[in-house]
């Protein structure tokens, strides 16, 4: 079977580089990354499985928040399974995410490398 693709959104490189390097090493995922939506709404042809994506998204010109990525998704393929990443715990920022119909929404904090793991395996496991 072929490998899931995983799309993460992020325009922290630090985070871009932990996401990558600890995806690239777990088998049944195929990964790419992208520092701004548009750059990855341009690759939305590849129709990846899922799209993480950070909740704020400010690097260079970007144009689109998280949220304008995943309702561009939504139209794109609706049955794209989405993720937010975020630091933001502001109840009125998570329940904006919810309503735009993310499967899960995970804080960026100590935890946050297991708790995207667990969370992946439960939405997009893998056989094998």
Known sequence: MADKLIFFVDDEPMFINLLEY???CRN???????????????????????????????????????????????????????????????????????SAGVEKYILKNGYFIDNLIECISEILPVSG
């Open 22 to 24: 600890t995806f690239k």
């Open 28 to 98: 049944g995922y195929a990964i790419k990354t992208f520092n701004s939506g548009e750059e990855c709404i341009a690759h939305m042809d590849m129709n990846p499985d899922l799209v993480v994506v950070d909740f704020f998204l400010y690097a260079g010109d970007s144009q689109m928040t998280g949220l304008d990525v995943v309702k561009k998704i939504r139209e794109i393929n609706p049955a794209t399974l989405l993720v937010f990443l975020s630091g933001n715990d502001d109840d009125t920022v998570i329940n904006e995410a919810k």
